[in-house]
């Protein structure tokens, strides 16, 4: 390699932009190739990018806790193969959870890429994404596991091609695992060839600008980044907070579960401490290490340099502590699955801080309430294995209401899966869609509503009820409402409704189910609210009439009239 020269700010942002667009080259490959529409239609994946010291460099939009989780994954996997066993061509699988950082089915790829005449990698790319079956002992989803054995087939490490050739002996070992060969064959080779033209691109970067001027570049990226994270840190007030929340059970028992974090802040470090959490339960809903360090990291993210496409340096300021055997912690052979857990526990972190910042937010939605529908399909008598991510209703702000009806923020980007896809891919069919009115937590500021979805099943299948925060509900911030609660009624309206929590039902031709999202909490006291925001809400059906009149003491007549009353029209005029 050629020394670097002296690299101006202008020359390092546009590497940086080659950088971050190599990223996103890769993830629109592994958009358009892949066979499951979780990849193509919900997002599910994260792809990264790191140098030879395994420093994130770049990133794609994908979910948001996996592209942390790829931190700990690409530490992990270049350890269990040996940096020196690593070749050109070479692409290595990982998906032990206390490794990757995930359950067994978010298969993460990742491949060494070399300059010419180096030895051991420059670089590093991993593609992670969700592959519908790999031998669980459940289709679908596992919602009641024990073990980890029980999880699917574990591949700690394994290199799935050599030097650019296939090991076509271990892809038949994931294919007679599979009760979906087809698809999750079809997805390996679009992760493949997202790693491909990540490569490709990499190496022209080298050949533009030469290796040594790339690194330096880097290292100034990284440089940067650290810098900018820590004087956002010294910004905040030093302290130390403490929250918790509670997970409705583990799958196995009805037990609430304790979630708890402690956040501290002194000067330029921002401590998360996870520690006083629950021990691990039997059930599935156990965190890898590697994913809990990935909550912190988005959520620190989001408080410190949100506006800015993430690399190493901007964590630099992050530590996050939990002992092993914690739940937040597991250790082999704790189940971990469900890692709904996460999504629960995604704004733990902003909860303590509340206590010392006026800026956050109230909480959105607890979590996502998703369901999944799976069987096999009348028409073509093959499996088929269907998701939806449900939108919920974000937290209010300090200054304006919470978003309506949309993902969760633990999963960033991700999007919810289109009725059309639904219906063509499995024997459903929508009967209902429309926001939840009275969801919303009230207050001066209210928050977004949540969504009611009521789907019939048109042949013989299962649905799996997908959420872990019904029992208890979202939480509000200053003087605030707190909002309804997820809900999945299964056989509605007839005598065999049940009000389900994260469970696998068998549903037969005509039945159906109504699933029911949270809203987001209120903040601020609801007689706050501008009178004439409320009979907007009312006119607008997102608040009934009867809330309007109860919680905000304001009466809106049927010809859009409005008046105070209660303790409303007590206060004297402001």
Known sequence: MSGAQALDGATVEVIRHYLNSTSEQMRRTLV????????????????????????????????????????????????????????????????YPYWSGAH???????????????????????????WMDLGAKDPGYVLDSTSMHQEGLIMPGVKLIRRGKIDQQIMAILRYNSRMPETIIGDFHAQISALRVGERRLHQIWEKFGPANVDAAIDRIIEHGAQTAAEAVRAMPD?????????????????LIRMAVTVTIDGERFIVDYGDSDDSVPGPVNMPFGKTSSLAKSVFKSLTTPDTPANHGHFEPLTVECPPGN????????ATFTLWTGMAAFELINKALAQGMDQINASSGSDEPGFMAVGTHPETGEMYAVSNNEGIGWGATPHHDGATALQHPSTTAVR??????????????????????????AGKWRGGLGICREVKFLATGE????????KTKPWALKGGHEPETNAMIVWPDTERAHRARMERFTMQPGERFRNLSAGGGGWGDPLDRPMELVRE??????????????????????????????????????
């Not at 739940?327 to 704790?334: G, M, N, Q, S, T």
């Open 463 to 470: 649905m799996l009820s997908m959420k872990k925060k019904t």
């Open 537 to 574: 809400d009312v006119l607008d059906g997102y608040v009934s009439a009867e809330q309007a009149e109860e919680v905000y003491g304001v009466k809106v007549e049927a010809d859009g009239t409005a008046t105070p009353v209660g303790k409303r029209s007590a206060r004297p005029p402001s």
């Open 239 to 255: 302290g130390r907070w403490s929250a918790h929340d509670w997970l409705d059970d583990d799958g196995i028992s009805h037990d």
């Open 104 to 130: 067994v089915s978010d298969a993460m790829l990742f491949a060494p890429v070399f300059c010419e005449g180096s030895e051991l990698p420059d670089a590093y790319l991993a593609v992670r994404a969700h």
């Open 327 to 334: 739940l937040f912690h597991a250790v082999y052979p704790a």
């Open 416 to 441: 919810n899966t289109s009725m059309e896809v639904l219906e063509h891919k499995s024997p459903i069919f929508h009967e209902r869609l429309e926001l939840r009115q009275d969801s919303a937590g």
């Open 32 to 95: 358009r190739t892949a066979f499951n529409p979780v990849i193509y239609e919900v997002l599910d994946f994260g792809i990264s990018m790191y140098d030879r010291h395994r420093r994130l460099i770049s990133e794609s939009t994908g979910i948001l806790t996996f592209l942390g989780a790829n931190d700990y994954a690409i530490h992990k996997g270049v350890e269990k193969v040996g940096v020196e066993n690593l070749h050109p061509g070479d692409v290595v699988m990982i998906n």
